[in-house]
């Protein structure tokens, strides 16, 4: 083969190799809402004739998505978006408002507040304009003035709006509710078309909810939940690396789907899948995991090898929180073991600080001969530390009538992770070690 031939090939494969990363990289960053959705078909269904109700027939409503994390509550609604997008009575006849309760990079602005969430709606809608220098007086006033700005008409020709409320339950943490029961209110009976779709992972989301709000939801939910087996699991690894028919190179996406297949029958790979299986079905650490693997392509490497897998799973493995503890003072560490006893005697069950201090002591006075005593407000710091660095998470918000030592707590470190993590601690007491590794607390 002549050497301009060769230089041809080689283009064409560095082509090939960045079309497939360009592929994988934006279905792994959820960069676009393509490929397929997952044990949800019919989530999907009944959440897109729900907003074509609004969009298609000038009809308002409400309603919840309620998961846990990392279940697809985000990606069933972009999905239904595009969807909705497509449609030719639907096109660019759709306003939409994005407001998250937690995530500034989400939406532009912390909706921290009902009147800064007013702001973001008011440039959303692109209303700047509209509203200039005018002074209003409550915050129903002004929503109403935001709405009555975008009449075209009658119900039936006014241009519809939805209103998503991502991170839904900490917008109840708001004053009043006011924003949720204004949002609600005007989806039952004002005269623009209005959907409200709140995504939150709170189960009890509605006892969370004021009873004037809970009176004008519509108490629709819609619920996810990862319920699909290790076989289906397999399936979606296989679905998530493989390329799609449209790619430019059949031979090559050929050749990539048929090395896919093998992979996904390979007992090293489904050792590696079976192990994040087990820890999350969170189909966003699957494609951390993938993510990690595809960096590995290149033109000289072109297709993925079980190694590429397993070195993948041992980056994914390497967790932050647990690096963290390698720099806690020993007072710090005893601490965490005492939570993890807690968890392993009450069955993962929030704690609070007073319980945790107990199982403390109790393995000063019984076995810890070297380690010293200290004063209460010396344990509670080192607690807060470990509050400061987000080892550990109070359920919910604290009032400023709260006790410290009884507010509710979770520990955001697993027990493999924190015996992984003494495995390595620098000076580690024999004793305290020792009390790490029993499954029992210290009675």
């Not at 074509?52 to 990606?75: C, D, M, Q």
């Not at 949002?183 to 009890?204: E, H, K, M, W, Y």
């Not at 190694?307 to 041992?314: N, V």
């Not at 807060?384 to 400023?400: G, I, N, T």
Request: glycine content about 4%; hydrophobic content about 40%.
């Amino acid at each position: 083969m002549s050497k301009r031939k060769l230089k041809d090939s080689s283009a064409e494969s560095a082509e090939c190799i960045s079309q497939v990363q360009k592929i994988l990289r934006e279905r792994f960053c959820h960069h676009c809402a393509a490929g397929k959705l997952f044990g949800m078909e019919q989530q999907y269904r009944h959440l897109l004739e729900l907003l074509k109700r609004t969009t298609v027939h000038g009809e308002s409503n409400s309603a919840l998505i309620i998961g846990p994390r990392g279940s697809g509550k985000t990606a069933l609604l972009n999905h239904v978006l595009k969807d909705l997008r497509e449609m030719e009575q639907v096109r660019e006849n759709l306003l939409e408002v994005h407001l998250n309760g937690k995530n500034p990079f989400l939406s532009g602005l912390l909706q921290t507040n009902d009147k800064v969430a007013l702001k973001e709606i008011t440039r959303q809608l692109q209303l700047e304009n509209v509203v200039g220098d005018k002074v209003f007086g409550s915050f129903a006033e002004n929503l109403a003035f935001l709405l009555e700005a975008l009449r075209k008409g009658d119900r039936t020709s006014s241009c519809p709006i939805l209103f998503v409320l991502d991170e839904f339950d900490l917008f109840v943490h708001h004053k009043n509710q006011t924003l949720l029961y204004n949002l609600f209110d005007i989806s039952q009976s004002a005269q623009t078309p209005v959907t409200v779709i709140g995504l939150t992972c709170r189960q009890d989301i509605l006892e969370l909810l004021e009873k004037r709000v809970k009176s004008r939801f519509s108490h629709r939910q819609i619920y996810l939940m990862n319920s699909f087996d290790f076989k289906q699991y397999i399936k979606i690894f296989k679905k998530q690396l493989s390329l799609p028919a449209e790619f430019p190179d059949e031979s090559f996406a050929q050749k990539w789907n048929n090395n896919v297949q093998h992979l996904s029958e390979d007992k090293t790979v489904q050792d590696v899948l079976q192990n994040l299986f087990h820890h999350t079905k969170d189909l966003r650490s699957l494609h951390l995991l993938l993510m990690l693997a595809s960096s590995a392509v290149t033109v000289h490497h072109p297709l993925l090898t079980a190694a590429d897998l397993q070195e993948a799973s041992r980056q994914h493995s390497t967790d932050s929180k647990a690096n963290i503890v390698h720099g806690l003072s020993v007072l710090e560490i005893c601490l965490i073991i005492a939570m993890k006893h807690l968890n392993e005697v009450y069955d993962g069950e929030p704690f609070n600080f007073q319980m945790v201090y107990n199982e403390f002591q109790k393995f000063i006075q019984r076995k810890a001969h070297s380690m010293y005593n200290f004063e209460k407000p010396v344990v509670m710091k080192a607690f807060e530390h470990l509050l400061q660095l987000e080892l550990v998470q109070p359920l919910e918000r604290p009032s400023a009538r709260a006790q410290r030592e009884y507010l509710l707590m979770k520990l955001l470190l697993d027990s493999s992770q924190i015996m992984d993590a003494l495995q390595v601690y620098p000076n580690c007491p024999t004793d305290v070690k020792q009390w790490a590794a029993s499954s029992l607390s210290w009675l």
